[in-house]
């Protein structure tokens, strides 16, 4: 279903090749522990990451669309500039009322490794646009995700943030036009509305559910 209010993010031509449904099974998922404080007291409100084994992660520049490059600098600025979706930003100034303590007991929950203000690269793995499996586990996974802190649910706000954004680089991607740092399963990626739909009710159900 698209609402107009979303218009911006539907708007975005979809120019694919045909959907691969290639499935590649590898471990995406990392346990978020109570690690996460230290890192959370380092920076201001709203700044924390999930715990990552970093030999799963490759040696690589950090690109300035990550979420990596703007862990120091206005991280509220970033999460408001991936999706134009306006529940999107609701959630966003919901979450941001909320207090800045954190509960240790709920933060041993599974993310995937890329929803974290550690990833460094530009675009998220490549299963995520070969598997809609991968793709939905990521966003049950989010939407289970327990939090009762400002910290804690802008993680949720991330990965939400950067799933919509993905499906809009998908939708726009034209292979003539791409730059060479544009990596070219975007093209083949079964990433489009019907993911941006179900991420949007999501959206509406995590408001309703946790903050409302």
């Known amino acids: 279903m698209a609402h107009q209010s979303q218009a911006d993010f539907y708007d975005a031509p979809s120019k ?3 959907a691969r449904q290639k499935s ?13 404080e230290d890192h959370l ?12 084994d970093e030999d799963n992660l490759d040696i690589a520049p950090i690109a300035d669309s990550s ?9 509220v600025s970033y999460l408001k500039s991936l999706p134009t979706i306006p529940s999107y930003h609701r959630l966003l100034a919901a ?4 207090p800045t303590r954190t509960d ?9 490794i890329w929803v974290s203000w550690t990833w460094s690269q530009a675009y998220l793995p490549k299963d995520i646009h070969e598997n809609m499996e991968t793709a939905s586990a990521a966003l049950e996974n989010l939407c289970n995700y327990k939090f009762n802190s400002c910290g804690w649910g802008l993680i949720v706000v991330l990965g ?13 991607y034209e292979e003539d036009e791409a730059r060479v740092d544009v990596p070219d399963y975007l093209g083949n990626s ?14 509406a159900g995590i408001e309703r559910g946790k903050i409302g």
């Open 95 to 98: 979450v941001q009322k909320l």
């Open 16 to 18: 694919k090749r045909g």
């Open 104 to 112: 240790l007991k709920v933060w041993k929950q599974q993310l995937p």
């Open 190 to 203: 079964i990433l489009g509305f019907k993911l941006g739909d179900q991420i949007v009710d999501k959206i």
């Open 160 to 172: 939400l943030g950067l799933l919509l954004r993905e499906c809009s680089c998908a939708q726009e």
């Open 24 to 36: 590649r099974k590898k471990s995406d998922y990392v346990h978020v522990t109570s690690d996460e």
């Open 67 to 75: 979420p990596q490059y703007h862990v120091t600098r206005d991280m």
């Open 41 to 52: 007291k380092k920076i201001d409100d709203g700044k924390s990451s999930s715990d990552e």
